[in-house]
């Protein structure tokens, strides 16, 4: 069972089109951060967010942190090729005393053909 | 350049055999992460080290068994390979143990067991 569910799991879209990725959990989180990966290359990260309610800009991509700290959301605005990758969030798990591990969504496989 | 080095890039090796791969983390980071990625499981936290010492440990099978040597750099040791072990495998490094602060990925190790 994952505990980050992300929707899509794929989506083949335009460039110049808008977009919004969905990550979902039942769990409640401390934060979440959302990275995006292109093939050949790990993850890099894009934002983090730690207050519900929040909402981040970045350029073209508008993050959002749920109020109830359960999901997240990235929307991004004129989608361009170079926007093309694997969009993953993540977020702190407890795993024991003081300590968390960070776990990754299911992802979300974005292509932008121009 | 995220300043995480892995080595090999690519392995092939056969079933039943045993491989090391081998992760630097960026200078001065004490928190090394190992990850595995598959196409059908996602990335999956495998273990944490900080400092030297195990953080958190995820669904590490016990065929696997890593650790962070003292000038920082960590190894995972993979033994009795199977086919179900091909995979890409990486690992990630981070200044401290906060849980918000960011991961860097190395480009990863592609591991194919034939």
Do not use: M
Not at chain 1, 61 to 83: C, V
Not at chain 1, 87 to 111: D, E, H, M, Q, S
Not at chain 2, 71 to 94: I, K, P, Q, T, V
Request: hydrophobic share 35%; aromatic share 10%.
């Amino acid at each position: 069972t994952q505990l980050l569910e992300q929707s899509p799991q794929f989506l083949s879209i335009q460039e110049g089109e808008n977009l919004t990725v969905y990550c979902n959990s039942s769990s409640v989180f401390s934060s979440l951060q959302w990275y995006r990966q292109e093939p050949g290359e790990g993850p890099v990260l894009l934002v983090t967010v730690v207050t519900g309610g929040e909402v981040k800009k970045l350029k073209r991509l508008t993050f959002q942190f749920g109020d109830a700290r359960k999901d997240s959301s990235l929307h991004i605005t004129a989608a361009q090729p170079g926007d093309t990758g694997l969009y993953l969030c993540a977020g702190p798990k407890r795993v024991g005393g003081a300590t968390n591990k960070l776990i990754f969504g299911t992802g979300t496989l974005l292509a932008v053909q121009p | 350049d995220s300043g995480v080095t892995q080595t090999p890039k690519h392995l092939i090796t056969a079933t039943g055999q045993r491989v090391t791969l081998r992760c630097s983390p960026r200078s001065g980071d004490l928190s090394v992460y190992w990850y595995q990625q598959s196409l059908d499981q996602g990335l999956q936290f495998l273990i944490q080290y900080y400092n030297g010492e195990e953080r958190a440990k995820g669904n590490i099978l016990e065929r696997f068994s890593a650790q962070q040597f003292p000038d920082l750099h960590s190894e995972l040791n993979l033994s009795s390979l199977e086919l179900g072990d091909s995979a890409l495998y990486f690992c990630a490094s981070r200044a401290g143990g906060s849980d918000t602060g960011e991961l860097f990925f190395g480009e990863g190790s592609r591991l194919t067991v034939l």
